[in-house]
């Protein structure tokens, strides 16, 4: 059923106060299929949305939000070393960490209390802790809202990035992913390459080490680091951290002999915008009802009645003043509307 008017309050972890023209909740792809006609025959312009945590709404939207609620996990396939998967778009993130950790699956644990559905997973390829989303993704399967049909993406097909796909590119609200298949490991593969995660197991036996441990120090780390959006409005790093050539960081260096970054291959390495931004002062700076949080600069806040605009216009300021100390421009991570 199509509902016009629909608040999104509680569908953005920003938490703001925005209206979708008109809505629909899909709760499996059967549904979809049934409502199609009516919604190609309206010609709306779509947005598909999981639970809101990777989004700024600047101003209501005048389409059809398209809320993804498609449920289930299920084991669809196993061999002696490895499980396969099967979970619905709209299961929330969190809880498929969470049974994967009860039942033995490795490959998920460092994206623990991520926020998040498991259908916008593959969309931005979500990652922390030196795993992303594409390390056990196996497919995904879906519909286009162009035109119907059913379409399965393999690995290749969905062209991962850096917090990066297909989905989030060329298929922007133009494919609602129903299903994810994950490939997990049944055999113990700890991944405790981020630093802050090894040093706290220290000198632990690495194959000692369980998963739920591993889940227990990735959420203290986080919560020690990372506002919880149910209590202050947030999206999570709201920018990407940019990617840079080697002889661009030498240069920078010469001023900031302290930058942070992080070699990726020969020639390309990664700057913490976090810290850019600690170094234009602007760590828990606060204009109004918006900020960044005092401990991760990365993350903008609502501490109450923001609007989208405002924050919007906060993020602009961050952009000008990093770009006019460091010559970087900062690329939103947030999808912004
Ligand atoms: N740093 C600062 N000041 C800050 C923040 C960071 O100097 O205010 C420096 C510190 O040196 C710190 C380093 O940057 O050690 C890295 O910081 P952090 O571990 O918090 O990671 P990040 O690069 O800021 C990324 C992801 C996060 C993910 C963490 C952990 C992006 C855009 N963000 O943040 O993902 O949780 O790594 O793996 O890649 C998200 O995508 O929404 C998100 C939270």
Known sequence: MIIENYSLKKLNTFGLDVKAAYFIDVKSLEYLEEQFELIRKKQFKYLVLGSGSNILFTKDYDGLVIKNSVQGIEIINETEKEIFIKTGGGVIWDNLVSFCIKN????????????GTAGAAPVQNIGAYGVELKDVFYSL?????TDG???TFSKEESQFGYRSSIFKKELRNKFLITNVILRLSKLPA????????REKFGSQEIKKISLSEI????????NGKLPNPAELGNAGSFYKNPVIS?????????????IVYFKIGDKYSKISAGWLIEK????????????????????????GNATGKEIFEFSRMIQLKVKDKFGILLEPEVNIL
């Open 190 to 197: 700890p991944k405790l390459n981020y630093r802050a995660l």
């Open 104 to 115: 033995n699956y490795w490959g998920i644990e460092n994206l623990s209390l991520i926020p």
């Open 141 to 145: 399967d879906g519909i286009y809202l």
């Open 280 to 303: 234009c002062g602007l760590k828990g700076f606060r204009d109004g009802y918006v900020g960044t949080y005092p401990k991760q600069a990365l993350i903008i806040v609502n501490y």
């Open 246 to 258: 080697n002889n661009v960081l030498k240069d920078l260096q010469k001023n900031f002999q302290d």
């Open 215 to 222: 889940r227990s120090i990735v959420i203290e780390i986080r």
């Open 149 to 151: 049909k059913r379409k």
